[in-house]
């Protein structure tokens, strides 16, 4: 190895601002991000993406009125008063079929028999499932008295011509496509999928695929980073482990500024082999936030050769939750999502949960199901050490907890993130 320069000093500890909100560093982050220029994928590859135009319906939804299930078509007032024990009983007439338009009218006084999906004839109003039929070929006995537009499904009761269907930063779900489809909108116009660089940072570090030496640990911080990114919608770009040398970083970090954003963990702190805050500066700019938050202090954001920065720290955890919290709205953010946030629910704790007073909280929590339909109850993973993975592995939620106060006594309500 070629012998390491001598890095640079400096005076700990650092100089920081008071302290951010979660929300307010959530904020700062997104108010300094412009989303990306939008493409045109088709369907296909449209899942997951975020929608940069609404998607207005051109057509009619469903095109025809037609049965909801299968049975005969009549005019209601012609089973007025079908009983069981009275079945009006009425002359079958043809029959309507899905994919077909019936070759005649329904005649008042007759019925025509009728599949699922299939167009109402011209002249009815009602659809009597065959179960409350005796299922007749020649004539039906109708033995209940359904209501005028039973078993009908009018045409444009889904959609019509002009409605906005879908908002334009939307991320796209299955339902979504199906929709599209449906309307005939095979190419959709959404939000460029952000190139992120991906870097980990420490002299500990060795790819997952080697056994680690003496000292060593895997790094598992960008396998849970990459992961992370590709659920948000983004494309990472693995840059692999940078050294804790300022030459190292720099090399790297001039590689991830050819991405969209670049996100690193580790080195931010104040130990000595930390400069990622060294090289971030001179290449850019670097803010050190103090985020009252645990676990995951502190969090570095700015920006290398004009490409945003968020720097998280290393422990993985803590690298786990505030990408979950900052780094995963970033990304979808740059989609041009309307909504880059995870939506909180509530739950009701099953133990009391600790916490350092000033902190807003992110504990890591299994949900259990409420047996009398009530709010879910929460309790914790085990140990919530930022160092213990198996607490992300157990945890289905964030337990998210306010920054006031030291204990929540069980049998609170409290904010939770579902993680997906
Ligand atoms: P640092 O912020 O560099 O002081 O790192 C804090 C802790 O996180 C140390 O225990 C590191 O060994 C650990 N750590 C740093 N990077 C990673 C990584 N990529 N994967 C797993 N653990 C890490
Ligand atoms: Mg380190």
């Known amino acids: 190895m070629p012998p390491r320069r001598p890095e640079r000093t400096r005076a700990y500890p650092l100089p920081m601002a008071a302290p951010l909100s979660v929300a307010a560093a959530q904020a700062r982050i997104l108010g300094a991000l412009t989303p990306l220029r939008s493409e045109r994928v088709p369907l296909a590859e449209a899942l997951g993406r975020v929608l940069a135009a609404p998607v207005v319906s051109r057509r009619t939804l469903p095109p025809f009125a037609n049965s909801a299930m299968d049975g005969y078509a009549v005019l209601a007032a012609d089973i007025a008063g079908a009983t069981g024990e009275h079945p009006a009983v009425l002359p079958v007439r043809g029959e309507s079929r899905a994919g077909a338009v019936p070759a005649h009218g329904l005649e008042p006084g007759t019925a025509m028999r009728i599949m699922t999906g299939a167009p109402l004839p011209e002249g009815a109003d009602t659809v009597v499932r065959h179960e409350d039929t005796d299922d007749g070929r020649a004539t039906v006995a109708?033995?209940?008295?359904?209501?005028?537009?039973?078993?009908?499904?009018l045409a444009g009761e889904d959609m019509r011509a002009g409605d906005e269907v879908l908002t334009a930063g939307r991320r796209l779900r299955s339902g979504d496509l199906a929709a599209c489809a449906a309307l005939g909108e095979v190419w959709l116009e959404v939000g460029r999928?952000?190139?992120?660089?991906?870097?980990?940072?420490?002299?500990?570090?060795?790819?997952?695929?080697?056994?680690?030496?003496?000292?060593?640990?895997?790094?598992?911080?960008?396998?849970?980073?990459?992961?992370?990114?590709?659920?948000?919608?983004?494309?990472?770009?693995r840059l692999g482990i940078a050294r804790d040398t300022v030459d190292?970083?720099?090399?790297?970090?001039?590689?991830?500024?050819?991405?969209?954003?670049?996100?690193?963990?580790?080195?931010?702190?104040?130990?000595?082999?930390?400069?990622?805050?060294?090289?971030?500066?001179?290449?850019?700019s670097l803010d050190l936030w103090r985020v009252a938050m645990r676990p995951g202090r502190p969090l570095a954001v700015?920006?290398?050769?004009?490409?945003?920065?968020?720097?998280?720290?290393?422990?993985?955890?803590?690298?786990?939750?505030?990408?979950?919290?900052?780094?995963?709205?970033a990304i979808l953010a740059l989609q041009g999502a309307s909504q880059p946030h995870r939506p909180r629910s509530v739950a009701r704790t099953l133990e009391p949960m600790d916490k350092p007073e000033g902190l807003e909280t992110f504990h890591r929590g299994i949900l259990e199901r409420d047996a009398d339909g009530g709010p879910p109850g929460v309790r914790l993973t085990g140990a919530q050490g930022s160092g213990i993975l198996r607490s992300m592995v157990l945890a289905d939620c964030l337990v998210a907890l306010p920054a006031a106060g030291s204990r929540v006594p069980e049998g609170t309500l409290v904010e939770i993130i579902p993680l997906g």
Not at 142 to 153: K, Q
Not at 199 to 224: C, F
Not at 303 to 328: C, D, H, K, M, Y
């Open 142 to 153: 109708v033995r209940v008295a359904a209501p005028h537009g039973t078993s009908v499904r």
């Open 193 to 237: 999928r952000p190139r992120v660089a991906v870097l980990s940072t420490g002299d500990e570090l060795v790819e997952p695929e080697r056994e680690p030496g003496p000292g060593q640990i895997v790094d598992s911080n960008a396998v849970s980073v990459s992961a992370a990114v590709r659920e948000a919608g983004g494309d990472p770009v």
């Open 248 to 284: 190292d970083l720099r090399r790297h970090l001039e590689e991830g500024a050819r991405c969209d954003l670049v996100v690193t963990s580790a080195g931010v702190s104040v130990g000595d082999h930390d400069h990622v805050r060294d090289v971030v500066e001179e290449m850019g």
């Open 302 to 329: 700015g920006s290398v050769r004009g490409v945003p920065f968020i720097g998280l720290p290393g422990n993985p955890v803590s690298s786990q939750v505030t990408f979950e919290l900052f780094a995963r709205p």
